[in-house]
Nanobody
Framework: QLEVVESGGGSAQAGGSLRLSCLAS????????MGWFRQAPGKEREGVAF????????YTSDSVKGRFTASQDNGANTLNLQMNNLSPEDTGTYYC????????????????????WGQGTQVTVSS
């Protein structure tokens, strides 16, 4: 059973930075897609950044490109998200997702394709 655990998040001023980390455990010898999604009240869950843990290939959405950077820890099933130059529009609950069945085109998957999710972590950006 795959377990997804998130850490990080919190509050920041506009223009500030926060970092999120996610670890997917339970499939030690498998490589697959992981993603960070965010959801603001009343809005759909939006994909922000993705990684294929097999080779560390990352993908970021146009809405955060140039401000958010996805990375991996030493080839592990991890997905870190460094968020810089934050704006109030980045406020929301951030969820990490993973799925051993997704092993290609990681940036193309929607939330509905992922079967394993973390509990979510709140990011609040004040102006």
């Amino acid at each position: 059973q795959l377990e997804v655990v998130e850490s990080g998040g919190g509050s920041a001023q506009a223009g500030g930075s926060l970092r999120l980390s996610c670890l997917a455990s339970g499939y030690k010898h498998s490589r697959f897609c992981m993603g960070w999604f965010r959801q603001a009240p009343g809005k759909e869950r939006e994909g922000v950044a993705f990684i294929y843990t097999g080779d560390g290939s990352t993908y970021t959405s146009d809405s955060v490109k140039g401000r958010f950077t996805a990375s991996q820890d030493n080839g592990a099933n991890t997905l870190n998200l460094q968020m810089n130059n934050l704006s109030p529009e980045d406020t929301g609950t951030y969820y990490c997702a993973a799925d051993p069945g997704l092993v290609t085109s990681c940036g193309s998957w929607r939330a509905s394709h992922f079967n394993y999710w973390g509990q979510g972590t709140q990011v609040t950006v004040s102006s």
